[in-house]
């Protein structure tokens, strides 16, 4: 499936540092969304990358995909105590978004 | 002005029972769907309508039935309730062809005593 399957885990910083997580999928995909979910809280679209991109921005948000290595990975600059929150990303192919567990982002003051 | 919205919030019930979770977004999208996020938050696709027609079911017990009575509804129907689908339930939306993103409502969750 193309379930996307998001590392690490957990993630703890301190703001103001960079935080990186990374997304593996299995199949081919005609995009891949990344999503943001506060405690308590359903998902929040943060960005979304075609298959024939290899890198997109969105204010302090950076994103790349490698089709060939079936992975992206999303990086959050400069991190706020508000980013604290688990991050998703969903690999999206006929018509199915296969979200995996997420990584929970910490980002201490 | 919620855009999607599924309620109850929260739901507690005993064993055995039957409930529903209902669901409305008033973006005028064509596609909506049922997720099931687990305790470890893992969230699993559960079924999509498009246009009131069914496009995903994927493997889920014949005690969950979805319906859709128009394109901005999307019920949730569950029959003898087991401990094991204790969870958080999110509907979402989203228009095909266009821009794909899903907007989620904000869950509900089903604790089953």
């Known amino acids: 499936s193309q379930q996307g399957e998001e590392d690490p885990q957990a993630l703890s910083i301190q703001e103001g540092e960079n935080a990186t997580m990374n997304c593996s999928y299995k199949t081919s995909i005609n995009n891949l969304q990344w999503y943001r979910q506060n405690s308590g809280r359903g998902l929040v679209h943060l960005i979304l990358?075609?298959?024939?991109?290899r890198e997109k921005h969105s204010g302090r948000l950076r994103v790349t995909l490698d089709t060939s290595k079936k992975s992206s990975s999303l990086l959050i600059t400069a991190s706020r105590a508000a980013d604290t929150a688990s991050y998703f990303c969903?690999?999206?192919?006929?018509?199915?978004?296969?979200f995996g567990a997420g990584t929970q982002v910490v980002v201490t003051p | 002005d919620t855009a999607v919205s599924q309620t109850p919030k929260y739901l507690v019930t005993q064993m055995g029972n039957d409930k529903s979770i209902k669901c409305e977004q008033n973006l005028g999208h064509d596609t909506m769907y049922w997720y099931k996020q687990d305790s470890k938050k893992f969230l699993k696709i559960m079924f999509s309508?498009?246009?009131?027609?069914?496009?995903i079911n994927e493997t889920v017990p014949n005690r969950f039935s979805p319906k859709s009575p128009d394109k901005a509804h999307l019920n949730l129907h569950i029959n003898s309730l087991e401990l094991g689908d204790s969870a958080v339930y999110f509907c979402a939306s989203s228009q095909r062809d266009r821009d794909e993103k899903l907007f989620f409502g904000s869950g509900t969750q089903l604790s089953v005593l």
């Open positions: 990358i075609r298959s024939n991109e």
């Open positions: 309508y498009n246009n009131k027609e069914l496009i």
């Open positions: 969903a690999p999206e192919g006929w018509g199915k978004f296969q």
